[in-house]
């Protein structure tokens, strides 16, 4: 089982390389900046994004996204598949909205785990911030906790007749910050911002919205006439060898 697993993981790893050194040479003609795609609302999807049909020269296979009834995707596993609001090529994020969300209708909960959101993407928690679901068996007071009802009933379930209270917070937690009695159930991601609402409502449309996440655009300048690979250009003759 160890060894099956090393042998599946260096064999993994030679993958890796082969994709990184063949695939990625920075030179200006063929390296998929001059496409532009467009799927719904994201009129402008370009380097280093391409859509899953766009031609295999266009963009960054990493940053495939996919365009389903004029919606465009980007499947981020083990996380999973999230609905693109916006692309921002400036500030390199890309905004996201859980598809379990349904606008106007504020008991529908995100479906997928954020903490499982990685590579090629990252998290800036300055930029996104965690939102806890939490349920407790006791009613809680503290400004901390913003109450889901009438949004999320928590009911018992019929076997137990144990009434528990159901709220969210906003912002990083530590271990020490759950109550006595609560548990946190799920967590989703929001837009980073020091105003959120003391209602459920509210935080419930800011995860309508969305949050964003970091992608690396590589400069073409520094990279030209290099190797590129896991998004750091390398000489071509790499000295001592
Ligand atoms: C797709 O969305 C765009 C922009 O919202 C719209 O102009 C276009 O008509 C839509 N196409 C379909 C087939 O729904
Ligand atoms: C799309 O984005 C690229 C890269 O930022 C930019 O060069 C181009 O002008 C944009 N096009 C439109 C139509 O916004
Ligand atoms: C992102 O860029 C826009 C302008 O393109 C700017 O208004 C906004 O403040 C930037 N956001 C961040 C987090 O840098
Ligand atoms: C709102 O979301 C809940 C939970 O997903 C669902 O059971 C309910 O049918 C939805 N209501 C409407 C009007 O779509
Ligand atoms: C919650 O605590 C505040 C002060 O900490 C107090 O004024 C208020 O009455 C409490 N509410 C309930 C329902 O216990
Ligand atoms: C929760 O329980 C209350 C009282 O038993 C009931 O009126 C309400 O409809 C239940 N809500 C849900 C979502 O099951
Ligand atoms: C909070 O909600 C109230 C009432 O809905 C609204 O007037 C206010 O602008 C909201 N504040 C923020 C920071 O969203």
Known sequence: MGNRFLALSRWVLIVALLVGLSGETCNTKDDGTDCTSSCGNIH??????????????????MYTLSCENNITLVDIPPSGKYYVQAINYHNQTIRLVDPGLQKNNCSS???????????PY???????????YIKCSNPV??????????CLNINASSLVQQKTYSYVTV???????LNEGCSAEW????????????????????LMYGFDLHF???DEEICKHKWRKYHTCYPHTIPGT
């Open 44 to 61: 402008n999807i370009s380097y280093p994004f391409r859509l899953k049909d766009d031609p295999k020269h266009c963009g960054n296979v």
């Open 187 to 206: 967590v989703a991601l929001a837009l980073y911002s020091k105003g959120y609402n003391t209602s459920y409502e509210s935080i419930h449309s800011a």
């Open 141 to 150: 007071n503290s400004s901390l906790y913003v109450d889901t009802a009438p």
């Open 216 to 218: 690396w655009l590589d």
């Open 122 to 132: 990252s998290v800036f928690y300055m930029v996104s911030t965690p939102v806890f």
């Open 109 to 119: 909960m995100p479906q997928n785990c954020p903490s499982l959101l990685g590579y």
């Open 171 to 177: 912002g990083v937690m530590k271990v020490g910050d």
